[in-house]
């Protein structure tokens, strides 16, 4: 151990035995280095180091203070019930099983491609491509292309937020930049807060870094439960949060300003990052774009994650985080993955933002989603159970439908397989996998008389479940 490390676990264990308790200032550098013989720069070092694991907070021009929730990091935290998260091999199955062309492809993480501006923008990548020279690809080493930042960063100072170009940082597409920032605040055996229910890249993260969930109750109606991310703030060591504010996955809400306004000032009490997944910010139903949470933060505890998979290209890979003063620190991470989203791509995406009619574009795909929610919701309410409850989001292109219990609906899912229509059922969006009674279905596709048949087939496919299920058999199939 380094003479710093050692004198941060000094200060530590003065920090558990209440020596210096929760808001208080402990001694200024010189006061410390005199006090215990420690150079100036090892006290300064293991401050930093202590700032930097959320037990002390500098504040300018009066020095450091014991961080305010520092109770979470003091007392052992209860003994996590979380067993730890193993999705990956469930949604590999899932996605394998799922993707040949002649399935019904409810359970399709994308919307209907052919609602994409598929010519103008292969036209802009191949007038972008014959641009590219040489030393492009070194150019356009992270943060990525300057232009396409540029553009990122107007559209946001257009909702008053206001960032840079170089505050933003480009990726291989929105999962890229969310596992970026959550690998930038955590260490593996850290605690992350997710929605309970939540988009399974969260937890597919979580698995890959090693990190210990704590689910926080969301609802449809209700959203994000503050109180219960208050609670549970005080209670674990939280060191990050990965939410969306806007149009949830799957359970599609959206946290009114108010809220997020409450989220943030939360998390910088306990001092706690957030990686806000908005990818599907430009999908929203509501006469104005919705804020994200990301407007209310004035310290970069926010790391702000977007996308065009969503709404422009899901092929194409490109997405971002709005870093601040963190962007060197998620550069460093991606050049030991990654190293940079590709190139062409980048440069094609940018072309495309400044001459192929955005916004047109994102209007009209708007308008379509719409109403082809609306379509689904008819038929889901014409051929499913009058049990069957479902959602009526204010954005994205996710229905979440709840049975009423008993259900299964991973045989239901795999009943559904056999009639060569796919459905995400509910298990894969929570960490223990125990979600019986939800599936989620993707409303982006026409309702043509083919996906009318196949909701048809759903629908009976959930009596028969409902019907078996109240007989205690584990079987949904139609007889
Ligand atoms: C909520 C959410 N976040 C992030 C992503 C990943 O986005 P991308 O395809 O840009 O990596 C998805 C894709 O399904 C998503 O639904």
């Not at 200032?25 to 280095?33: D, E, L, N, Y």
């Not at 067993?83 to 994308?110: E, G, M, W, Y």
């Not at 929605?195 to 937890?203: P, R």
């Amino acid at each position: 151990m380094t003479k710093y490390q050692l004198f941060s676990e000094e200060l530590k264990e003065h920090i558990r035995q209440q020596i210096w308790r929760s808001g208080e200032k402990i001694p200024s550098v010189r006061a410390s280095s005199q006090q215990t013989g420690y150079g100036t720069a090892t006290v300064l070092q293991a401050y930093q180091l202590l700032e930097s694991e959320g037990w002390l907070i500098a504040k300018p021009q009066s020095g450091y203070f014991v961080a305010p929730n520092i109770q979470a990091l003091t007392t052992v935290p209860p003994q996590s019930t979380q067993a730890p998260v193993r999705i990956n091999d469930l949604l590999f199955d899932v996605f394998q099983r799922t993707k040949d062309s002649d399935i019904v492809p409810f359970s399709s993480a994308f919307p209907d491609s052919s609602l994409f501006p598929q010519q103008e923008l292969v036209r802009s990548l191949s007038s972008a491509s014959r641009k590219m020279d040489n030393r492009s690809a070194l150019t356009h080493l992270p943060p990525g292309n300057h232009d396409l930042r540029r553009i990122i960063a107007q559209r946001y100072v257009q909702q008053g937020l206001h960032v840079g170009p170089d505050d933003i940082v480009i990726t291989s597409g929105g999962l890229d930049a969310l596992n970026l920032s959550l690998q930038f605040a955590t260490q593996p055996g850290d605690y992350v807060a997710v929605e309970s229910t939540t988009f399974y890249g969260a937890l597919q993260a979580i698995e890959r870094l090693k990190l210990i969930p704590v689910e926080i109750k969301a609802s449809a109606d209700g959203g994000l439960d503050l109180n219960d991310l208050a609670e549970k703030l005080s209670t674990y060591p939280i060191k990050a949060c990965w939410l969306m504010t806007n149009v949830q996955h799957p359970l599609g809400y959206t946290l009114s300003q108010a809220r997020k306004q409450a989220l943030v000032d939360m998390l910088r009490q306990h001092q706690v990052f957030l990686v806000e997944d908005d990818v599907y910010a430009e999908l929203y139903f509501s006469a104005k774009k919705p804020v994200p949470a990301k407007v209310y933060d004035q310290q970069d505890q926010v790391l702000l994650c977007g996308s065009f998979s969503k709404c422009l290209s899901p092929g194409f890979r490109i997405g971002w985080v709005v870093a601040g003063k963190h962007s060197k620190a998620i550069q460093k991470q991606q050049f030991l993955s990654t190293i940079s989203s590709s190139v062409p791509v980048q440069l094609g995406i940018s072309h495309y933002l400044l001459h192929g009619g955005y916004d047109n574009h994102l209007r009209k795909l708007r308008s379509t989603l719409q109403d082809r929610k609306s379509a689904m919701i008819h038929a889901i309410r014409r051929y499913f159970p009058d049990s069957t409850t479902v959602t009526d989001p204010a954005g994205g292109y996710f229905l979440w439908l709840t049975f009423p219990a008993p259900f299964d609906s991973h045989a239901f899912y795999e009943q559904a397989l056999e009639k060569r229509i796919a459905v995400a059922p509910g298990t894969l969006f929570n960490s223990r996998q125990d979600d019986l009674r939800h599936i989620r279905l993707n409303y982006s596709y026409e309702m043509n008389e083919e996906n009318l048949i196949a909701l048809s087939t759903l629908g009976q496919l959930a009596k028969a479940c409902l019907s078996d299920s109240s007989n205690q058999q584990n079987d949904c199939s139609v007889k």
